[in-house]
C-alpha cells in the first residue's frame, strides 16, 4: 500500500547507505536507482530507490503498511520506493504534453513515465530488474544510439510531485547520477555491444562480404545481465575448456600453468530468439543501411535511392548470430551472417523482416516507389535538358545543366526551381 511521500524525501547523493543486494539480479542496487519492482501479486510497477533500511524496526511506524507486516522477516532489507507512474494523457495539460510531430518518431515504442508523490516501503527480494529512465530531449537530440525497442526504456519530461504537473529541464535530470553504479555499467556495456555490432551492418563498402566476426571486451556481470533477460527464451549452452598456458621463468625456461575456463554460447537463428534481444539491445540490433555509421547526434539515416539495407533474414540458410564468451577472457565473440535487399524494395517479405523497427518508418510507400529526398547530384530532366542538382535551400533548388560526355561545359545552364516541382522531376527521371 502506497503512501503520499514529501518531495524533501529525495535520494541522498551518496554512498552514506550502504549498496543493497538484489537477489534476483545477483547485483548491488543504490539509492537514486530506477528499479522495476513486484508491488502486489498481480502488478508490477517502476520506481526510485530513496533510502534503505537493513531491518524491518528502522521503518517508520506512521509508513508501514498492512503489506509490510505481513511480509517482514529476520534479515530483510527494506528499500523505500518513489514510484514512477506511466502519463495519462488526459490529466497533463496540452501545453506541457505537446511533442513536436517531427520528431515523435523518436520516441516510438517507449513509453513515458511521471515522477509522482507515492511512496512505498518493499523487500530486497522484490526488486525484479533494473530500469533506464532518459530525459525527452535524450531521444530528440539524439545522445545515445537507438534506445527504440530496449524493454524497460522510458523517458520522461513532468513531474507530479507536488500535486501539479510542471515541465523538468534537460539539465535537472540525470539518468545516471554515479558513473560507477551497476545502472551505467550495464547501460555502458550494453550500448558498446550495439554500437560495435552496428558498424559491421552499417559498412559503406559496397563489395563486402555478408558476414563478419569480432570479440568485444565484455564484464563478466554484464554477461550474467544478458544471461538473465534471455534465460527463458532461449537455452544457453556451457562448455569447459583446458588448456596450458606458457610462462617464461626468471632463467628464460617456460612453465606451463593448466587453465579451465568456461566457454558460453548462444545461437541467434530464430525470429523469437532475435525478438528477445532487440528487448536487450534496441530496435536497431541486426540491421543497418550499407553508408556511413551514424554519428551520435546526427541519426536520421533515412533511406534514399540505391541505398541497401544489411538485415539478419532467418529465412535464408546460413543468416543468424552467434555468441561465444569466454569467463577467463571475457572476451566475447560475435559471428554473423546477413542478407541485403535495396532499400527501395517494396515486397512484403522485407516489410516483415522490419516489422516493430524504427527504420520500418522510412521506408517508401507501395504508392511511392521512388519517394526520396532531394540531395546534391541528383540528376532530373527538363525541358528536354538533363540537370544535376548543387545546391539545396529551404524551398528551392539550384541545379546546372549537366551533360555527361562534357562534364566542364562553359555554357552550362543554371536554373533555380522549386523543391516540390524537383522532387517530382528526379521521381520522374528515376522511373
Known amino acids: 500500500m502506497s503512501f503520499n511521500l514529501h518531495p524533501s524525501r529525495s535520494p541522498s547523493l551518496s554512498f552514506t547507505s550502504a549498496p543493497i543486494k538484489c ?170 555491444i550495439n554500437t560495435s555490432i552496428s558498424r559491421f551492418f552499417f559498412r559503406e563498402s559496397q563489395s563486402q562480404g555478408n558476414r563478419f566476426s569480432t570479440k568485444i571486451q565484455l564484464s563478466y556481470e554484464c554477461w550474467l545481465y544478458i544471461s538473465m533477460k534471455i534465460r527463458s527464451s532461449m537455452s544457453i549452452s556451457c562448455k569447459h575448456k583446458k588448456y596450458c598456458h606458457k610462462r617464461p621463468r626468471f632463467d628464460l625456461s617456460q612453465s606451463k600453468i593448466r587453465i579451465e575456463t568456461a566457454m558460453y554460447y548462444v545461437d541467434i537463428d530464430t525470429t523469437e530468439k532475435m525478438t528477445s534481444f532487440l528487448k536487450i539491445f534496441g530496435s536497431s540490433f541486426g540491421i543497418g543501411l550499407r553508408k556511413k555509421f551514424p554519428r551520435i547526434g546526427y541519426q536520421d539515416n533515412h533511406f534514399v535511392f540505391g541505398d541497401i539495407i544489411n538485415v539478419v533474414d532467418f529465412s535464408v540458410k546460413g543468416n543468424g548470430v552467434k555468441l561465444c564468451f569466454d569467463e577467463s577472457t571475457s572476451n566475447l565473440s560475435v559471428i554473423s551472417s546477413y542478407s541485403s535487399f535495396p532499400a527501395t524494395s517494396n515486397s512484403n517479405h522485407l516489410q516483415n523482416l522490419l516489422q516493430n523497427r524504427l527504420l520500418q518508418s522510412v521506408l517508401p510507400e507501395a504508392n511511392e516507389k521512388y519517394e526520396v529526398s532531394v540531395v546534391v547530384d541528383d540528376l532530373f530532366q527538363r525541358n528536354g535538358l538533363l540537370y544535376k542538382v548543387i545546391n539545396i535551400n529551404d524551398t528551392s533548388v539550384a541545379a546546372v545543366s549537366f551533360n555527361p560526355e562534357a562534364p566542364n561545359d562553359t555554357n552550362a545552364i543554371t536554373i533555380d526551381i522549386e523543391m516540390t516541382e524537383c522532387q517530382r522531376l528526379i521521381n520522374e527521371f528515376l522511373d
Open 23 to 192: 537477489p534476483k539480479l545477483e547485483a548491488h542496487l543504490i539509492p537514486s536507482d530506477f528499479i522495476l519492482f513486484q508491488s502486489t501479486p498481480e502488478e508490477n510497477a517502476v520506481g526510485q530507490i530513496v533510502n534503505i533500511a537493513s531491518n524491518f524496526q528502522e521503518i517508520p511506524i506512521s509508513e508501514i503498511s498492512n503489506n509490510c507486516m505481513i511480509s517482514q522477516g529476520c534479515g530483510s532489507v527494506w528499500c523505500l520506493i518513489r514510484k514512477w507512474t506511466q502519463s495519462d494523457q488526459s490529466d497533463v495539460p496540452d501545453s506541457l504534453n505537446h511533442i513536436p510531430h517531427a520528431t515523435k518518431y523518436k520516441v516510438n515504442g517507449v513509453s513515458e513515465l511521471i515522477e509522482t508523490s507515492q511512496g512505498e516501503w518493499i523487500k530486497s527480494t522484490d526488486v525484479l530488474d533494473i530500469v533506464f529512465i532518459f530525459h525527452l530531449s535524450d531521444f530528440i537530440e539524439d545522445r545515445y544510439f537507438c534506445l527504440n525497442g530496449i524493454e524497460n526504456i522510458y523517458f520522461t519530461h513532468i513531474t507530479n510531485l507536488t500535486g501539479e504537473f510542471r515541465r523538468i529541464k534537460s539539465d535537472d535530470f540525470n539518468p545516471f547520477p554515479f558513473r560507477n553504479e551497476y545502472r551505467y555499467r550495464i547501460f555502458s556495456s550494453l550500448m558498446y
